[in-house]
């Protein structure tokens, strides 16, 4: 918090996922009242994260274009949609294709949103401030996913999802005000050297960078792995195991649900902040892996609130552990004029959550929820232990 401008973006960033926090639950309330259809579920929350397939296009715009400038559109197109659409929810307007059309397009701004801000941290801090730079932006997010969620379900239960939405709107106001007064004093990229080649030899530069390079590359498919196997169930399905699980229809279950994983994501990124010192990266990340797995699997065995909350604590709590170290290590591993490809590349991994939602959706509805947890952990356990064999470089990865 000593670099002014690295405040402004934590502060932002803050506001922002509050919004985002507040649509999380919002939205797969939304799609469960209107079809209690398990699979609807997954697939209108798995449409809001599906545009992130496009991070590596973003990435390159990002390492070409004014990073900040990006950002500043980019937050205020996200405002004017969020605003429309609780206007719809106010007037009661709201039918199912409103909900997939508001999540695609949502997500084809977030797409743009986050990939760049994760960027602008490494332009906002010196590198030596990286690793808790970015163990702090990850827990404002998280410390709004504590607080969001829960707030949000209430909010839905007393207000309506309209003041929901409304809410977000002047959270997202707030966030574009604040990042007009951010600067980027350690941004080195010579854009004007960077647009003489093409596009496609950028795209094309970014995916080598993350094949060619072995650290890069092994964590960047850790990362994916996590997403795939304990992230996109647990996300998507989390609806679905609010109300038939635990029986409770009404969102408030669903919000306290969502605050214990933030509470959990904040713990671990915290932890992190404190003993960034620590070299041995790949051990503390494939520890925090196998964990959050056997915590995926726990969520499954359990029905009631108290530990399943628990079980989500920890989850997350591991799962940021794992996230925020490899971020690290891709950002410290990647020289400024290839990094918004490389973490746009990253980010692929949540624009490929939907499709495993979506079978989470197909599990969920064939054999209830509580055993399309249980495949999610077991698997996560299985990949761990053979990545562990058959890749013993990333959990020798010291930084």
Known sequence: MHYPDYRILWFTTALVAGG???QQVTLGWLAYDLTEDPLQVAGVVGVRTLPLLLSP?????????????????????VTVLVFGFALVLLYDLQQLWHLYVFALLFGLLWAGNNPVRHVLI????PREALMNATAMISMSFNLMRAVGPAVGGFV???????????????LFLAALLLVTRMRTPYYNTDRAQARQSSPLHDLKEGFARVISDPPTRITVTMT?????????????????YSAEVLLNTDGTYLGL????????????????????????????????????????????????????????????MFVQVVMTMNMTIVQSLTPDQLRGRVIGVYQMEIGMMPFWGLVGGALSRAYGVDNAFFVAGVAGLAIIAFASIAFPRYRRLEL
């Open 122 to 125: 490494a332009n906002t801090v």
């Open 20 to 22: 985002i926090w507040f």
């Open 57 to 77: 296009l973003t990435g390159v715009i990002a390492d070409r274009m004014d990073r900040r400038k990006l950002l500043i559109v980019d937050q205020a197109l």
């Open 257 to 316: 649900l969502l605050m214990a994983m933030g509470l959990g994501g904040f713990l671990g990124t915290a932890l992190l902040a404190l003993f960034s010192s620590a070299r041995r990266k790949g051990v503390i990340a494939s520890a925090a892996f196998t964990l959050a797995a056997v915590s995926v699997v726990a969520l499954s065995q359990v029905a009631t609130l108290w530990m399943a909350m628990l079980a989500l604590l920890l989850q997350q």
């Open 156 to 170: 839905i239960a007393f207000l309506g999802p309209g003041a929901n939405f409304l809410i977000q709107g002047f």
């Open 224 to 240: 994916f792995v996590l997403s795939i196997t304990m992230l996109a169930m647990v996300f998507n399905q989390l609806p679905v």
